[in-house]
């Protein structure tokens, strides 16, 4: 998932995936940690959706950061469950990104909000959280695009005030 933060800001996550999870280190606490081979079919069934899920997550954060590129403040974030086997799965995440227009200058915010969408839509399913973003972006983007117009008919009229040169009847 990505979460939006804007430089004024302190970073907030732009996408939240809260249905992933992964294989990580083991828990710290040994002491209730149990090999596979002594799990009942049960929790080895829950040990293998943890793995499925840990693999979509950080695939979809993955997604999501590739995309961002330089908009991406840091790396992913995840949030961990621990396993029937006492290893930890990633079962959320998220990608903060900077989503602040580009002040005074309209075309620069265009392309970041174009960015920001892309990164919002990157994964192969994006959360609802990630089409909020990807909605919000467009927002920005058709603001950026008024302001653009806008100062383009500006410029337009002062080039049309400044060829209309007052002529002198010199004939009398």
Same mark, same amino acid.
């Given at each position: 998932?990505?979460? %939006? ?6 970073? =907030? ?8 999870? &992964? ?25 293998? #959706? ?7 997550? &950080? ?27 006492? &290893? ?11 989503? %602040? $227009?580009?002040?005074?200058? $309209? ?10 969408? &892309? ?24 603001? %950026? #695009?008024?302001?653009?117009?806008? #100062? ?10 400044? =060829? ?9």
């Amino acid at each position: 998932m990505i979460n %939006a933060a804007s430089a004024t800001t302190l970073p =907030q996550p732009l996408m939240r995936h809260d249905q992933a999870a &992964r294989l990580d280190t083991p828990a710290k606490n040994k002491t209730n940690h149990q090999s596979t081979q002594k799990l009942s079919d049960e929790d080895l069934q829950k040990v293998q #959706q943890l793995k499925q899920r840990d693999q979509e997550v &950080r695939s979809h954060e993955q997604a999501h950061l590739s995309a961002a590129g330089g908009l991406a403040q840091g790396g992913p974030h995840f949030s961990f469950v621990t396993g029937p086997d006492g &290893r930890r799965y990633a079962i959320g995440g998220d990608v903060s990104v900077n989503v %602040a $227009p580009v002040s005074g200058d $309209p075309l620069a915010t265009l392309q970041k909000a174009e960015q920001i969408k &892309r990164a919002a839509l990157a994964p192969a399913k994006p959360s609802t959280q990630d089409q909020r973003v990807a909605a919000k972006a467009t927002a920005m983007q058709m603001k %950026a #695009q008024m302001e653009l117009l806008n #100062q383009n008919q500006e410029l337009k009229n002062k080039k049309e005030s400044n =060829q209309s040169t007052p002529q002198i009847d010199i004939s009398a």
